[in-house]
């Protein structure tokens, strides 16, 4: 199958999650899609669990509480919208590992253009955000005070704005020379 | 403001793409008419300077800090139309290729925190800015952060309301507007204060190097 | 002074950067470690400042572990931030104060020491950054901000220099000035460069990084740097056709691009 056709599988998938109600159902995709995904399964699975810990864990709680206190607790809601998160997350993960997005998105050659240049760059931002933390980290013997952590957030701001505007005129003129705008 | 796949349901995601798909077509032929050479590339590089923005963590009053939003700074500088595609597109992204999730989320986010946020930022600025810019400039990235607050706290509050079993039991987020708005909200009126303080600075170095709108 | 100890390092979700490496540094050691582009020298420098941690091995500070955890202690927190200091390959990255006089003044005042006002001018008068104290760091040139990144560094008067690519941005002159004030200085220092004449005249001791990692050599500066097979594993040195005098032949050389 295309990578067209696993991104419109998977939003079928992912719709599909969401009209079904049965905690028995959802488990079974789940175990299923655990299956089908070979051997990263395991590797997958503990990305989507980190990722969703947080803030299940507080909305779990939060309606433990709530539901108890107001009287209608259900623990089938507490299995399935655990459940649903789960499996939708992770198919998410999966479908990330998996396919290769831009050309997923090969719908409009515009959006894979874009999608190209912006990831080229996202890294270099990534590897700039990076540096800056650990030499905040490198040049701070003590805990940092607030006034220090703002000056910190304004620099990297700025950094980027300056890469931004740098990448932007350049990737122009890259494209220009390499003729991609003529007609 | 990142909500996990599962507790939208389709009922609300699936109108908003709609939704979301209009604003997009609306924002894209904006841009056309003033297409050059630069649009892509700009777009391209816009989107990684949101992302970016994104990963620095702003120092919030009490102590803690949240990542930057940078929907204001994005949309004061280049424009509404651009801010929202580019923090879209970042959505986009981030929902298919970090596997970071969120595709049922993406057109509330996209909606509430590129458009809404990006276009109050500007009408604070357009109608702030006479009297102080700087104050202008704090009050529109403040309002970035709360009124898109605002509009995901509704939308999680409505769900127990709009999909549940026919004994009442909710389907997916299970608590009332009564409890989203203020726990959502109330943090984010701190949160904007940050955020605020961030923006006015970078906006002022984008000012001086004129790169501004 | 500071030992690695069969450390492994590798960044998560991607292949190991250091297997086992083992390394020793002692007091008043000038070292220069050469290796190619990603060969993992930027990641050793950060290991060694105690930023990122090994998934193995042990690190030691004059004899105290140095981990994640120890690191959180404030005692040694302060004392090892001072001694071991490091000057990244972008150094745009370090700077974050409203001036270059705070900038320079944020080590030193954070640590309490003395004498802040007087440590600012000294550096900033050697790295001749006078004229620059009041200006916005985000607004100087990639070498005037390396020179500043420079200053705060020795404005802490640390025991252990590490510099990664320091030759990156600098103008020649500068380049001069820091190989000079390194060699004559009895600090500690480690410096990585794939720079082969900046490593000749600064480093007593070499060791030559292989692409995995790996150290392919540990010793004199003058033998790493005259022997072309080594250089040619390391990726510093390579075989191409060219002329000399009218004849064409292939041979290998290293050559200096100044960046």
């Known amino acids: 199958m295309s990578a067209r056709g696993w991104l419109l599988a998977y939003l079928a998938a992912v719709v599909a999650a969401t009209l079904i109600h049965e905690p028995l159902v959802l488990a079974t995709a789940l175990a299923l899609a655990l299956s089908a995904a070979g051997r990263d399964r395991w590797r997958l699975l503990r990305r989507t669990l980190v990722a969703i810990l947080a803030f299940n864990i507080t909305v779990s709680l939060g309606y433990v509480v709530v539901a108890v206190w107001r009287g209608d607790f259900s623990a089938g809601y507490l299995l399935l919208v655990n459940l649903r998160v789960l499996l939708l997350v992770f198919l998410g993960m999966?479908?990330?590992?998996?396919?290769?997005?831009?050309?997923?998105?090969?719908?409009?050659?515009?959006?894979?253009?874009?999608?190209?240049?912006?990831?080229?760059?996202?890294?270099?931002?990534?590897?700039?955000?990076?540096?800056?933390?650990?030499?905040?980290?490198?040049?701070?013997?003590?805990?940092?005070?607030?006034?220090?952590?703002?000056?910190?957030?304004?620099?990297q701001g700025i950094a980027l704005m300056d890469k931004t505007m740098a990448a932007a005129t350049e990737s122009a003129m890259a494209m220009k020379s390499r003729g991609a705008f003529d007609a | 403001m990142h909500i996990p796949d599962g507790f939208l349901s389709p009922q609300t995601y699936l109108p908003a793409y709609a939704v979301a798909a209009g604003a997009w077509t609306w924002a894209a032929r904006g841009l056309r008419d003033r297409l050059d050479e630069t649009t892509v590339p700009r777009l391209a590089m816009l989107t990684a300077l949101a992302y970016g923005l994104g990963l620095v963590m702003v120092p919030v009053p009490g102590g803690t800090s949240g990542h930057m939003l940078g929907i204001a700074l994005l949309a004061l500088t280049f424009g509404v139309r651009l801010a929202f595609l580019?923090?879209?597109?970042?959505?986009?992204?981030?929902?298919?290729?970090?596997?970071?999730?969120?595709?049922?989320?993406?057109?509330?986010?996209?909606?509430?925190?590129?458009?809404?946020?990006?276009?109050?930022?500007?009408?604070?600025?357009?109608?702030?800015?006479?009297?102080?810019?700087?104050?202008?400039?704090?009050?529109?990235?403040?309002?970035?952060?709360?009124?898109?607050?605002?509009?995901?706290?509704?939308?999680?509050?409505?769900?127990?309301?709009?999909?549940?079993?026919?004994?009442?039991?909710?389907?997916?987020?299970?608590f009332g507007i009564d409890i989203?708005?203020?726990?959502?909200?109330?943090?984010h009126l701190i949160i904007g204060i940050g955020e605020a303080a961030l923006t006015v600075v970078i906006w002022r170095y984008a000012n001086s190097r004129g790169w501004c709108k | 002074m500071l030992e690695l100890d069969n450390i492994s390092f590798g960044w998560p979700d991607g292949?190991?950067?250091?297997?086992?490496?083992?390394?020793?540094?002692?007091?008043?050691?000038?070292?220069?470690?050469?290796?190619?582009?990603?060969?993992?020298?930027?990641?050793?420098?950060?290991?060694?400042?105690?930023?990122?941690?090994?998934?193995?091995?042990?690190?030691?500070?004059?004899?105290?572990?140095?981990?994640?955890?120890?690191?959180?202690g404030r005692e040694l927190a302060r004392r090892f931030r001072q001694a071991c200091v490091l000057l990244f390959q972008h150094p745009e990255a370090m700077l974050f104060n409203p001036t270059v006089r705070e900038e320079i003044a944020y080590g030193p005042r954070r640590l309490g020491l003395a004498g802040v006002d007087e440590r600012v001018c000294r550096w900033a008068d050697e790295l001749a950054l006078t004229p620059l104290l009041d200006?916005?760091?985000?607004?100087?040139?990639?070498?005037?901000?390396?020179?500043?990144?420079?200053?705060?560094?020795?404005?802490?008067?640390?025991?252990?220099?590490?510099?990664?690519?320091?030759?990156?941005?600098?103008?020649?002159?500068?380049?001069?000035?820091?190989?000079?004030?390194?060699?004559?200085?009895?600090?500690?220092?480690?410096?990585?460069?794939?720079?082969?004449?900046?490593?000749?005249?600064?480093?007593?001791?070499?060791?030559?990084?292989?692409?995995?990692?790996?150290?392919?050599?540990?010793?004199?500066?003058?033998?790493?740097?005259?022997?072309?097979?080594?250089?040619?594993?390391a990726g510093l040195a390579h075989r191409h056709r060219h002329r000399h005098g009218g004849a064409e032949h292939i041979h290998v050389h290293g050559h200096d691009w100044e960046p």
């Open chain 2, 86 to 174: 580019a923090y879209s597109l970042v959505l986009l992204l981030q929902a298919l290729l970090f596997g970071a999730g969120g595709i049922t989320a993406l057109p509330i986010n996209a909606l509430a925190m590129g458009l809404v946020g990006a276009t109050a930022a500007a009408a604070a600025k357009g109608l702030l800015a006479r009297i102080n810019e700087m104050a202008a400039i704090a009050v529109a990235a403040w309002l970035s952060v709360v009124l898109p607050a605002a509009i995901v706290a509704l939308v999680l509050g409505i769900q127990p309301a709009i999909a549940h079993q026919p004994d009442g039991t909710p389907l997916f987020f299970p």
């Open chain 3, 15 to 72: 292949p190991p950067v250091l297997s086992r490496f083992s390394l020793k540094i002692t007091a008043g050691e000038k070292v220069v470690l050469l290796g190619a582009n990603g060969c993992g020298k930027s990641t050793l420098l950060k290991v060694m400042n105690g930023l990122i941690f090994p998934g193995g091995g042990e690190i030691r500070w004059r004899n105290e572990a140095l981990t994640q955890e120890s690191l959180k």
């Open chain 2, 180 to 187: 989203t708005l203020p726990a959502v909200l109330i943090p």
């Open chain 1, 94 to 155: 999966w479908f990330a590992a998996r396919i290769d997005v831009v050309a997923a998105l090969g719908v409009s050659p515009t959006l894979t253009l874009v999608a190209t240049l912006t990831l080229g760059q996202l890294r270099a931002f990534e590897r700039i955000v990076s540096d800056f933390t650990l030499a905040f980290a490198s040049r701070n013997p003590a805990p940092p005070r607030t006034l220090d952590r703002a000056h910190h957030a304004a620099a």
């Open chain 3, 135 to 233: 200006k916005a760091p985000f607004v100087l040139s990639g070498g005037e901000k390396q020179k500043v990144a420079l200053a705060c560094l020795l404005a802490l008067d640390p025991e252990l220099l590490l510099l990664d690519e320091p030759a990156a941005s600098l103008d020649p002159a500068t380049v001069g000035w820091l190989v000079d004030t390194l060699v004559q200085s009895d600090r500690t220092v480690v410096v990585s460069t794939h720079n082969l004449s900046m490593a000749a005249e600064l480093g007593a001791r070499c060791i030559v990084l292989g692409r995995a990692g790996e150290i392919l050599f540990d010793g004199p500066a003058r033998m790493a740097l005259t022997g072309m097979s080594l250089l040619e594993n």
